[in-house]
């Protein structure tokens, strides 16, 4: 095999085909890198090859497209146990906003839903340095998201496959089935969990959506029809969800779901703690 052909990662479109010398009529031209090649016309060996540090090699390329394969992920949660797990139990997964850590929506959900639900709090696929500073010591925050809208599908089915993942396992563990599962998200998460819930139906019992947006593909045939009960909650002076757009967010929900409560209360985009009784008179109505 010649050098060039032994270059590893060497893509040969269908525009650079080569071959070696004794493959080619005497009258061709050879290349004049020596490289065990010929070429057709003088012009071709600039398309297909170039010289580096003395060998010729095809010559990279690049159609603007990513490559991708696929690898397994492990996805992380913190969790809460109350004393006794009995078949009135819920299972929560809470799931925290852009920035934020599993940590600190662990500690905003449990007074909003109550200690005997077992809850568990998911941590974002995708961290940073708060700071913006790449070379910030381990002592500085680290904040976690579920991704950008650079990457949406990519996003959306990680988000998906982790909560069904974490759910899968804890529905097994505590033996909580999924009319009992609450699946809840603070900000960026919502409209992710109204995704999932369009597209896994079965796979929870509620939704719990605090200060989010509704997906803008939410009327399109490809979600199904969704009879798990919806709670959302907006705030009047939320700076990335006015209250003239997030007023229309019932109407929307229910192009699929059957059961949508609405709520829009006083305050800028922060968890609204003061919406426990909001939270608890609706999950006694759900959760029954």
Known sequence: MSKAAAVRGARTPA??????????????RTCPHDCAHRH???????????????????APSYDGCLESVEVSLEANYILHVPRQVDPQSLLVLTLHGYGSNPE????????????????????????????GNPTATETQAVGYSWGT??????????????????????RARFSIPARRTLLM??????????????????HAGGILALCGGVPKDWEEDKYQPVSAPILHIS??????FPAQVAQGFPDRLRHHATDVEFHLIP??????????PLIRAWMARVFQ
Request: aromatic share 8%.
């Open 235 to 240: 705030r009047s002076e939320d700076e990335f």
């Open 40 to 58: 057709n016309t003088p012009t071709q060996h600039d398309r297909a090859f170039e010289v580096v540090a003395g060998w010729c090699r095809l």
């Open 267 to 276: 305050g800028a985009h922060r968890f609204p703690s003061k919406a426990e």
């Open 185 to 202: 998200g603070f900000s960026q998460p919502v409209g992710l969990n109204y995704r999932f819930i369009g597209t896994h139906p079965e």
């Open 104 to 131: 600190e929506m662990l500690r905003l959900s449990l007074p909003a839903l109550g200690e005997n639900s077992v809850v568990a709090s998911l941590r974002g696929p995708h961290h940073y340095y708060l700071s």
């Open 149 to 170: 809208r650079r990457h949406p599908e990519q996003n959306i089915r990680l988000h998906h496959e982790i909560v069904r993942g974490v759910a899968a396992q804890l």
């Open 15 to 28: 525009s650079r085909v080569h071959t070696r010398v004794n493959a080619w009529p005497a009258a061709d």
